[in-house]
């Protein structure tokens, strides 16, 4: 464990900012809080949509993971770009460096990546650019993740209706269900049993967001699990083509023909609001009629956050 405040590195393995502002704003409030920052994206050495080339953002991940004055790795942003490195990405060294890594969105191909190769955890977090950077951060999201760093446990509260009573255990993985489903079938799709599955998106209408669980059901992925949990499923439209069919109606047809039970109300997504959750962690999920709690243990901390 980390006894004195943690070194932070910001690496841009997906998508870029043209808002230096917003990348200064979050170094600063890091540095505010005592952390030493090394900054490895250079807006100057963008390429295309992302935060430099395959070959410049495989270096800031690997030049971070090497770094022994750096503890703590968070991404810049997510976007798109992490797919295309997988093959290339030296995950040996990056759990080796014990840097407890951190992002979401995008940075689920990294997460998923790093598990089924090395088992190493992770956290889904907040970002740079819209977390730390934001004009108005929102201190709920942070604070959460500064607990979570702290550890030894982590436990998140949530106000939510309408779930079923469930009592259940097991390793707590997923994230952005789109890039969960982008690995399904390669090396990169972690093998885990008895595990809390939590997923986020964006973007995605109902209907997608069935099809890609249903998808993880006929490979055989649900099955082996204990429960799946959604969070925010945001900016998505509706149209009279629907014709009924929204976001509810479809969590519970899932419910009917899962294998499991199926929660929803976790904050997590991409809104602003966020809780943080250790990828990997082992995590017991019990349901009552006015919420849930999560409470997670056995994940990398820092004995100060």
């Known amino acids: 464990m980390i006894t004195s405040k943690p070194g932070i590195g910001i690496v841009a393995p997906s998508g870029y900012t043209l808002d230096d502002a917003a990348v200064q704003r979050g170094i600063k409030l890091l540095e505010a809080r005592g952390h030493v920052v090394h900054n490895y994206f250079d807006t100057a050495k963008v390429f295309q949509r992302f935060g430099g080339t395959d070959e410049a953002r495989l270096a800031q991940l690997q ?9 703590v790795v968070i991404a810049l942003r997510g976007q798109y770009g992490l797919t295309r490195l997988l093959p290339r990405i030296d995950f040996d060294t990056m759990a080796a460096s014990g840097k407890i890594f951190v992002g979401f969105s995008d940075f689920t191909a990294f997460q998923m990546g790093l598990m089924a190769k090395t088992g190493a ?12 950077g934001a004009i ?8 959460d993740f500064w607990k979570c760093l ?7 509260d949530v106000t939510a209706a309408g779930n079923p009573s469930v009592d259940a255990s097991g390793t707590i993985w997923g994230g952005n269900l789109a890039m969960v489903m982008s690995v399904l079938g390669t090396s990169y799709f972690p093998s885990i049993d008895d595990g809390i599955l939590f997923f986020e998106d964006v973007n ?4 997608r967001v069935e099809r890609m669980l249903l998808q993880l059901l006929h490979a055989g992925v649900i ?6 949990v959604l969070g925010d ?7 009279p083509a629907d014709n009924g069919y929204n976001f509810e109606v479809m969590v519970d047809y899932l419910r009917r023909v899962m294998p499991v039970p199926v929660l929803t109300g976790l904050p997590f997504g991409h809104g602003r609001t966020r809780v943080t959750i250790p990828f990997g962690a082992q995590a017991r999920l019990v349901s009552h009629d006015a919420g849930f709690t999560l409470t997670m243990s056995d994940y990398p901390t820092v004995a100060h956050g």
């Open 136 to 143: 108005e951060p929102v201190d709920f999201t942070l604070d």
């Open 150 to 156: 702290a550890g030894p446990t982590h436990r998140i």
């Open 204 to 207: 995605e209408h109902p209907y």
């Open 223 to 228: 099955e082996r699990q204990t429960a799946i």
């Open 63 to 71: 030049a971070a993971a090497c770094d022994p004055d750096i503890d």
């Open 233 to 239: 499923f945001s900016s998505y439209g509706i149209t």
């Open 121 to 132: 955890k992770s956290y889904a977090g907040p970002m740079l650019y819209a977390d730390f």
